[in-house]
């Protein structure tokens, strides 16, 4: 019986809109050579909604200006109503978890960048500074 509804679970899954995520996608988990892309250190494989790796990497790794032609890539509008919510939602979660991260570690200093990462986030801003 368990079997059976692990199976319709997966038929559930189908049908919705998460997808394989990463879960750390930035600029220190991708390798670049001179022929191929490759993207390294998938511990935290999962599934979510298709926002929430290009979230990441695009708020951390880019200045606002380069956003849009980004997302553009992947068929996504920073002003559209419905996906900008999700897109700071998302970055705004993740900044909150690498605040309690460094917290816990007692790494405070590095912890108040991430705190004001995700007050910016739920106003709509940029972060206070990119991490490459």
Not at 97 to 118: G, K, P, T
Request: hydrophobic share 45%.
């Amino acid at each position: 019986m368990k079997n059976k509804a692990l199976i319709i679970s997966f038929k559930d899954l189908e049908k919705s809109d998460l997808v394989l995520c990463h879960g750390d996608f930035g600029s220190n988990n991708i390798l670049i050579t001179d022929d191929d892309i490759f993207m390294i250190d998938w511990e935290t494989l999962h599934l979510s909604d298709s926002v929430r790796d290009i979230a990441h990497l695009i708020y951390w790794c880019y200045p606002e200006t380069y956003w849009q032609k980004i997302l553009g890539l992947f068929g996504y509008d920073i002003q559209n109503q419905k996906f900008k919510p999700k897109f700071f939602w998302h970055v705004l979660s993740r900044a909150l978890y690498v605040y309690l991260l460094f917290v816990n570690s007692n790494q405070e200093e590095l912890a108040i960048d991430f705190y004001y990462d995700a007050l910016n986030a739920s106003n709509y801003k940029p972060a206070s500074r990119l991490l490459v």
